[in-house]
């Protein structure tokens, strides 16, 4: 009953308690709200009021905004993407420039092809929903799966160094501390993100501000103060290929090359973010989302480039408990007066920016996890909003999720890299490759345009994803890269025992229809007035459908005569499927009152008078609790009923699957002294 999703029969998706719009839950309006409901509420906040009507524009981002929430991910892997890279050149450090420029050219190819993305498919979904609407369910699912672990993998990453980079400027002494400090990191962003993205975001703006002033000082200082020396270092990069072809070869430096490139495969995360994200987006969305992607490729491509070229120039090498970053900035500020103020301000701001990227972790994961609960491929309560209206469920599997991750590999950065590079390039190679695919299909529409130039520079975009994938997978499989393979296989494979499940539950609930076929034909005989004293059957219901309908036709057939009023009550729930734009809220109270009129045309045919009424909320049980109690103030001699699938052997796994809300509803009914009755529907 009450459910948001597709299913008809499952019960919806469940969220967090939400009152309806200006009004407290019914269970703590009867007294004083507890000590941990009052330290909830100053934690994530008061409802939000789905009464609002420019509710969604005050929640929406705009392009800077996106930047900061969506951008800082792509942004800050210039912590440790540019590093990688640099590192793997050991001393053939000549090829930097050509791997800068590389670098570069790689973010701008991966942006435009997600620009695209973001025209095509308007209403987000990122690479989910690109390859499971082009390439098919199953492209789609793996996809998806190696999203949700990149976006755990996000959070950890980030995490892990940020605190790589504040602790490079700490006492040594102090690195005993840097684990458990990442921890409580990560429990305070799924804190403040189930209070809602926008309050996240604008919380953490002036840390980009400050990473933004830092390092456009640090690259344009590092970069500026060598102008007078570039003939000079011209002539060393020409002696250095010269002497790697003597010593190499063309094809060893060529391999050298590519292999540096593949390994600083991080560099590029957090590109695809924006086209996930833009159902949070202030409208025009697809406006929003290019110029947010816009701001990000331009900033990552010069950071990025920048970063690797001032290695070089300034000889960077390795140091152990230092980023490459940390030694960099050291060597550019030792001509400064307040050197160590310069070196702590940059690398706090990096630290804390990746703090910041770790946000997009916590935007977009909930999000792919609740466009997939919507297609049934993890358990449907994922779908649901909290009282934020946020993706509470998504954002707290996330967090723990992301912390058992960083407690795995004990915060070790180069190894999550490893991890966390391997599935955003499958995700982005099915993306490419899905798009390129799309426009050679439509080369003779005449609205296909210039198809040519578009699928060539996603065949580009394709080929460069698949070879840093296959290079990441063959150079680091056993530094880590088999458990992401094997966590991301392990998940695809749970998802089509889940999708299987909800797809036999569903067909076995369609044969509730076949009550459709015992209905009585229309009434002939005019109805009689509508009694609130007389007896009273209260029937929650949700869409239109197999259960509502065997439900009602149900209570007459085992209360003969006795009922002389119907009153269908259903809630209206507010689910992430559904609340993707301004006028979401009232496509909704339209659907709901569409529902409600076809089961009052029911119990018309059955010569019942009957009236309904609704509610529109996040959680079904709260809403629907409040609902019943005003129904029974309006008719004292109510009895409440509810459909409830029944299977015929209980399994611990239909609790995740399928939420209690007829039960919920019924204990919070009978506590306050209400008759419930609870009808099955059984499912062998």
């Avoid at 590999?409 to 695919?437: H, K, P, Q």
């Avoid at 689910?575 to 809220?585: L, M, P, R, T, V």
């Amino acid at each position: 009953m009450l459910e948001p999703t597709p299913e008809p029969a499952d019960p919806p998706a469940d969220a967090s308690s939400a009152p309806a719009p200006g009004q407290a839950p019914a269970s703590e309006n009867a007294g004083t709200p507890s000590r941990f409901a009052r330290l909830r509420r100053f934690l994530i906040g008061e409802p939000r009021d789905l009464g609002d009507r420019r509710l969604f524009h005050r929640l929406s981002l705009i392009p800077f905004l996106a930047w900061v929430g969506l951008g800082a991910d792509g942004l800050s892997s210039s912590s440790y993407g540019p590093q990688e890279a640099f590192l793997a050149l050991g001393q053939h450090t000549y090829l930097a420039v050509a791997l800068a420029l590389a670098t570069a050219g790689t973010v701008i190819i991966i942006a435009w092809g997600y620009s695209h993305i973001i025209e095509q498919f308007p209403t987000g979904g990122g690479g989910y929903v690109v390859a499971t609407k082009l390439l098919g369910e199953k492209a789609g699912v793996v996809s998806g799966n190696a999203l949700l672990v990149d976006y755990v993998l996000t959070i950890t990453t980030s995490i892990a160094a940020a605190g790589d980079a504040l602790f490079s400027f700490l006492p040594p002494g102090w690195v005993a501390v840097k684990l458990p400090a990442e921890v409580l990191i990560i429990a305070g962003l799924t804190t403040l993100n189930i209070r809602g993205v926008k309050e996240s975001v604008i919380a953490l703006t002036p840390i980009f501000i400050l990473f933004l002033i830092t390092h456009t000082w640090l690259i344009g200082y590092g970069i500026g103060a060598h102008v007078t020396h570039v003939p000079a270092e011209v002539h060393a990069v020409t002696s250095g290929v010269r002497s790697g072809l003597t010593t190499l070869g063309i094809g060893g430096m060529l391999l050298l090359a590519i292999r540096a490139y593949s390994l600083g495969g991080g560099t590029y995360t957090g590109i695809e973010a924006v086209s996930n994200g833009l159902p949070i987006m202030r409208e025009p969305k697809v406006h929003t989302g290019k110029r947010t992607m816009i701001y990000m490729a331009v900033s990552l491509s010069l950071v990025a480039a920048g970063l690797i070229v001032c290695y070089l120039l300034w000889g960077v090498t390795y140091v152990a408990g230092k980023t490459s970053n940390a030694v960099l900035v050291e060597k550019v500020a030792a001509g400064f007066p307040a050197a160590h103020l310069l070196v702590v301000l940059t690398l706090f701001s990096e630290g804390a920016l990746l703090v910041v990227a770790a946000q997009t972790g916590f935007t977009d994961g909930p999000r792919v996890l609740a466009n997939m609960a919507v297609d049934s491929w993890v358990p449907r309560r994922f779908a649901g909003l909290s009282e934020r209206l946020t993706t509470q469920n998504g954002v707290v599997l996330m967090g723990v999720l992301s912390l058992a991750a960083l407690l795995y590999t004990r915060g070790e950065v180069s190894n999550l890299v490893v991890m966390y590079s391997i599935n955003v390039f499958i995700t982005f190679s099915l993306s490419m490759f899905a798009m390129m695919r799309f426009w050679v299909r439509r080369r003779h529409r005449p609205d296909a345009g210039p198809w040519l130039r578009r699928s060539g520079v996603f065949l580009l975009g394709f080929v460069l994803c698949v070879a840093i994938l296959a290079i990441a997978i063959f150079e680091r499989f056993a530094a880590g890269g088999w458990v992401t393979l094997v966590v991301t296989g392990t998940l695809v494979a749970l998802c089509f025992v889940i999708r299987k499940h909800y797809r036999t539950t569903q067909a076995k609930l369609a044969q509730l229809y076949d009550e459709l076929k015992t209905l009585p034909p229309d009434a002939t005989q005019p109805l009689r007035a509508l009694d609130p004293r007389a007896t009273t059957a209260a029937v929650l219901v949700a869409s239109y459908g197999g259960l509502g309908i065997h439900t009602t036709l149900n209570i007459f057939r085992a209360f003969p005569g006795y009922f002389k009023n119907l009153v269908f009550v259903s809630v209206g729930v507010v689910d992430s499927g559904g609340f993707k734009g301004e006028g979401a809220i009232e496509d909704l109270r339209a659907q709901t009152e569409r529902t409600l009129a076809q089961y009052e045309e029911l119990a018309r045919r059955l010569g019942v008078p009957a009236v309904s009424r609704y509610g529109l909320g996040t959680d079904a049980v709260d809403e629907g609790e409040r609902l019943c109690l005003e129904v029974a103030k309006e008719f004292p001699r109510v009895t409440f009923f509810a459909g409830k699938v029944i299977f015929r052997r209980e399994a611990w796994y239909q609790h995740l699957l399928h939420n209690e809300t007829a039960t919920a509803i019924q204990k919070r009914l009978q506590w306050a002294g209400k008759p419930v009755v609870i009808l099955p529907a059984r499912v062998r």
